[in-house]
Each structure stands twice: as structure tokens, then as C-alpha cells.
């Protein structure tokens, strides 16, 4: 008989949690540098609440009636944790063994069965730059994930340096959680199966520029620059013209260049869904927790297609898929037959797998400029001096004139300084992933 704490899992984690015992899933982490004066003992302070707070991250896996299902636990049962305080001032080179660090903390393995499934530090650099640093094991924690658990932080720290009772979190529970990932689920289970039955009737040719494909590697070769705000203004000029916005207008450039390297005539990019689509002010859309999906985007460049045309087909396409989010892509896998034994059928490329590249776009704005859908609203800030840019993710809101634009290509999650003089107040502001 199920135990009356245990919980399901959502549909995302209980796909992590296979693959993670078929071959270990590293963990995730994202760096917020804070430039300025800070009170790190208080920053500490409130990472530690918010991370208390967080439900999801304090479960522990357990195997009941042949499935995985997930056990909250109470404070006094979780593993001890604390945030780690790393000084770097007397390094030669700060930067790059913050970076160090940072890497040696992401290989390290996590204990499903163990915990803890996270970790935080703060990393300081010199007198007036800090690196918050926190990580989780995909399982628990999706990008969404991340920004709502910054936005927490921010708002514990600000009440903790005005002497101020701290707001009441608006998280729901982790039950909560579950509950409305499966009715979502279930609620849209056979028109979401035959929307994708009908884009993908079979499975298709992978379109490479090595072409061959191999399993993703634990390791890769990364090369990152910036976009001048000019440039992105630029770009989202001109996916303006096609109804889009220059995300959009990125997602095209890179099926536009695999086309003309590969010659295929398919290009499937795999596009992460937050799955909170149509929830706002609901738990899903306000509670830090692995909802994350990633759905294929199918693509038909010509040779005669315009990029205005392949813009449209861009942004009528992410429409489309987004109102079917749901069905997750281990499922698509399963309708595809792409697990099947050699010969019986199911050859093909997995039609969602991970890219092997990462174009990473943050714009970063005054929140009260930002609308963001799927997500809950990001709060005002106290004062322009007082914003910290935080994860790409944190909404999906288009830039506007006041906006400052970046463009971080990664593999990892991460994001460029932001100046911030002032310890007084620290607010999250808005971002614009790609």
C-alpha cells in the first residue's frame, strides 16, 4: 500500500528519474553576479529561508508497486545543508577560479536516494562583486524554477535589511504541484496525441552538420560572446515585420543554417516549454518545482523560402506546439517508435532531443515594463539602481525601447554582470529567454 506522504511524480521528473538511472543526469546551476555592496551574512540568511521553503527540494525517491514516487520531507528529517561562503580575493585570477569552482560543483554527483539535490554558495570576488551560485538536480528543479526561487531570495533580503516581517511566500505545495501537472495532462491527453501524431506521422531524418548523431556528451567545448544592444534592436526590428519578436528570428537563422549545411528537408529544433502555459495565478505558474518539457518545432526551409517566410512559419509553428505542450516527449518517442529494437521500424532521431547548441538571449528590463506569460507578473522594482538581472527564463515578455538587450550563447545557465550600486534593496528583473 502507498505511504499517505508519498506523492507522484510529474510527468517531467518521472522521465529524468528513469534516464538518471539509465546513465546519471548531471546537475544544473546559474550564477547571479551582484556588484556592489552587499551584506553577505544576510544575503546567506535569505538564500537559506527561501531554499527551506522550496518543497520540491526536500523529497526523498522511494519505489512503491514497481513506480517511483517522491516522499516531502519535514525540516527535521531533511539532509544538513548550509550555504557555502567561497573567498577568491587573494587568487590570481578571481574570474577564472570562480569559474573553476563552479564547474568542479556541477560534476559532482547527486544522491537520488540521499539528498541534498541542491546546492548554494557565495563566491566573492573582490570588495563589491559577488557570485550567488545555486544549483539542482533536474529531478527537483526546472528553469522556471530557478527565477521563482530568485525572486524569493530578493524579497526575503530586502526584509531582512529593513528590519521588515518578511512577505508570506505565494508557492504553493508541492502536492499542489503534481495535482495540477497530471489534470493538465490529463485534461488534454487525446487532442494534444493527435496534434503530434498528425506533425509527425513518422519519425524523420536528423539533420546534423557532422552528419551522424551520437549520444549527448557529459562534456562539451563551449564559445560565448555578446550581442551589442544595437544589434538585438536590430533584429527585433526586423522580426517585428514578420510578427514575431527576435527570438523567433534567432530559432529561424539556426534552422535556416542547418538546412543549408544538411540539406534536409525537415529541420526539427527542440524548443523547452515551461509547462505552466494558461496558469497564471494558479500553483504551477507560482510554485518552483520540474514541470519543463521540450517539444519539437518542425521547420520547412527551401531554397526559395524568404526569411520573412521562415520567420512566420517560426512564429505560427511555436503557437501551434505551445497550446500542446503537455504530451511529453518521451511519449513521442514511445508513439515513433524510436525505442524500439533495430529492425522492427522505430529507426529515426529522437524529433525533441537537446540541441547541440545553446543560443542563450536575455533582455533585461524594469519588471513594470515586463507582461509575462506563461508566468505570474514580476514585482516592481524599489528603484532602477536596486534591479539584478537574474535567469533568462524569468519571463517571456517582448523587449521595449527601455530595455537593455544581451545575447549570452551557453551551454549552462548563466548571465552577464549587471551593475548594482546599492545594497538597500535587490529585485529581480524581468529577462527575455530565447
Same mark, same amino acid.
Do not use: K
Given at each position: 500500500?502507498?505511504?499517505?506522504?508519498?506523492l507522484?511524480?510529474?510527468?517531467?521528473?518521472e522521465?529524468i528519474?528513469?534516464?538518471?538511472?539509465?546513465?546519471?543526469i548531471?546537475?544544473?546551476?546559474e550564477?547571479?553576479?551582484?556588484?556592489?555592496?552587499l551584506?553577505?551574512?544576510v544575503? +546567506?540568511?535569505?538564500?537559506?529561508?527561501?531554499?527551506e521553503?522550496?518543497?520540491?527540494?526536500?523529497v526523498?525517491?522511494?519505489?512503491r508497486?514497481g513506480?517511483?514516487?517522491?516522499?516531502?520531507?519535514?525540516?527535521? #528529517?531533511?539532509?544538513t545543508?548550509?550555504?557555502a561562503?567561497?573567498d577568491l580575493?587573494?587568487?590570481?585570477?578571481? #574570474?577564472?577560479?570562480?569559474?573553476?569552482?563552479?564547474e568542479r +560543483?556541477?560534476?559532482?554527483?547527486?544522491?537520488?536516494?540521499g539528498?541534498?539535490?541542491?546546492?548554494?554558495?557565495?563566491l566573492r570576488?573582490?570588495?563589491?562583486?559577488?557570485?550567488?551560485?545555486?544549483r539542482y538536480?533536474?529531478?527537483?528543479?526546472?528553469?522556471?524554477?530557478?527565477s521563482?526561487?530568485?525572486?524569493?531570495?530578493?524579497?526575503?533580503?530586502?526584509?531582512?535589511l529593513?528590519a521588515? +516581517?518578511?512577505?508570506?511566500s505565494?508557492?504553493?505545495?508541492?502536492?499542489?504541484?503534481?495535482?495540477?501537472?497530471?489534470?493538465?495532462?490529463?485534461?488534454?491527453a487525446?487532442d494534444?496525441?493527435?496534434?503530434?501524431a498528425?506533425?509527425?506521422?513518422?519519425a524523420?531524418?536528423?539533420a546534423?552538420l557532422?552528419g551522424?548523431?551520437?549520444?549527448v556528451?557529459?562534456?562539451?567545448l563551449?564559445?560565448?560572446?555578446?550581442?551589442?544592444?544595437?544589434?538585438?534592436?536590430d533584429m527585433?526590428?526586423?522580426?517585428?515585420?514578420?510578427?514575431?519578436?527576435?527570438?523567433?528570428?534567432?530559432?529561424?537563422?539556426?534552422?535556416?543554417y542547418?538546412?543549408?549545411? @544538411?540539406?534536409?528537408?525537415?529541420?526539427?529544433?527542440?524548443?523547452?516549454?515551461?509547462?505552466?502555459?494558461?496558469?497564471?495565478g494558479q500553483?504551477?505558474?507560482?510554485?518552483?518545482?520540474?514541470l519543463?518539457n521540450?517539444?519539437?518545432?518542425?521547420?520547412?526551409p527551401g531554397p526559395?523560402?524568404?526569411?520573412? #517566410?521562415l520567420?512566420?512559419?517560426?512564429?505560427?509553428?511555436?503557437a501551434?506546439?505551445?497550446?500542446?505542450?503537455?504530451?511529453?516527449?518521451?511519449?513521442?518517442?514511445?508513439?515513433?517508435?524510436?525505442?524500439?529494437p533495430?529492425?522492427?521500424?522505430g529507426?529515426?532521431?529522437?524529433p525533441a532531443?537537446?540541441?547541440? =547548441? =545553446?543560443?542563450?538571449?536575455?533582455?533585461?528590463?524594469?519588471p513594470?515594463?515586463?507582461a509575462?506569460?506563461?508566468?505570474?507578473?514580476?514585482? +516592481?522594482a524599489?528603484?532602477?539602481?536596486?534591479?539584478?538581472?537574474t535567469s533568462?527564463?524569468?519571463?517571456?515578455?517582448?523587449p521595449?525601447?527601455?530595455?537593455?538587450?544581451?545575447?549570452t550563447?551557453?551551454?549552462?545557465?548563466?548571465?552577464?554582470?549587471?551593475?548594482?550600486p546599492?545594497?538597500?534593496? =535587490?529585485?529581480?528583473s524581468?529577462?527575455? @529567454?530565447?
Open positions: 500500500m502507498t505511504a499517505a506522504r508519498d507522484a511524480l510529474t510527468g517531467a521528473q522521465g528519474w528513469f534516464a538518471h538511472h539509465l546513465d546519471p548531471p546537475t544544473t546551476g550564477r547571479i553576479d551582484i556588484t556592489g555592496p551584506a553577505g551574512d544575503l +546567506a540568511a535569505a538564500i537559506h529561508d527561501a531554499v521553503e522550496t518543497e520540491a527540494l526536500h526523498r525517491f522511494v519505489v508497486d513506480a517511483p514516487r517522491q516522499v516531502p520531507l519535514p525540516p527535521a #528529517e531533511r539532509p545543508w548550509t550555504v561562503r567561497v580575493r587573494d587568487e590570481a585570477d578571481p #574570474e577564472a577560479a570562480a569559474a573553476a569552482w563552479m +560543483a556541477l560534476a559532482e554527483p547527486a544522491d537520488l536516494d539528498g541534498p539535490l541542491f546546492a548554494q554558495a557565495l570576488l573582490d570588495e563589491a562583486h559577488h557570485v550567488w551560485f545555486h538536480h533536474q529531478v527537483v528543479m526546472d528553469a522556471y524554477g530557478f521563482l526561487i530568485a525572486r524569493r531570495v530578493a524579497t526575503l533580503y530586502t526584509a531582512r529593513a521588515d +516581517a518578511a512577505p508570506a505565494r508557492a504553493g505545495t508541492l502536492a499542489e504541484l503534481v495535482a495540477a501537472d497530471a489534470e493538465a495532462r490529463r485534461s488534454t487525446d494534444d496525441r493527435a496534434f503530434w498528425e506533425r509527425f506521422p513518422r524523420l531524418a536528423t546534423t557532422a551522424r548523431t551520437r549520444r556528451s557529459g562534456t562539451f563551449r564559445r560565448s560572446g555578446t550581442l551589442p544592444a544595437g544589434v538585438v534592436a527585433e526590428i526586423a522580426a517585428r515585420a514578420g510578427s514575431g519578436h527576435w527570438p523567433e528570428l534567432v530559432l529561424a537563422a539556426v534552422a535556416l542547418l538546412h543549408r549545411r @544538411s540539406d534536409a528537408p525537415d529541420i526539427v529544433l527542440g524548443v523547452p516549454m515551461m509547462g505552466r502555459l494558461g496558469r497564471t500553483p504551477a505558474a507560482r510554485t518552483p518545482g520540474m519543463v521540450i517539444v519539437p518545432l518542425r521547420l520547412h526559395a523560402t524568404t526569411v520573412g #517566410e520567420l512566420r512559419e517560426v512564429v505560427t509553428e511555436l501551434a506546439v505551445r497550446a500542446h505542450q503537455h504530451h511529453r516527449f518521451e511519449d513521442l518517442r514511445r508513439d515513433l517508435r524510436l525505442d524500439a533495430e529492425g522492427s521500424g529507426t529515426g532521431p529522437d532531443a537537446r540541441p547541440r =547548441w =545553446w543560443v542563450r538571449g536575455s533582455t533585461s528590463c524594469p513594470s515594463r515586463c509575462s506569460a506563461p508566468g505570474p507578473r514580476a514585482p +516592481a524599489p528603484s532602477p539602481a536596486a534591479r539584478c538581472t533568462p527564463s524569468t519571463c517571456s515578455a517582448a521595449t525601447a527601455a530595455c537593455r538587450s544581451t545575447s550563447p551557453t551551454r549552462r545557465r548563466t548571465t552577464p554582470p549587471a551593475s548594482r546599492t545594497a538597500t534593496a =535587490w529585485t529581480p524581468c529577462a527575455r @529567454s530565447s
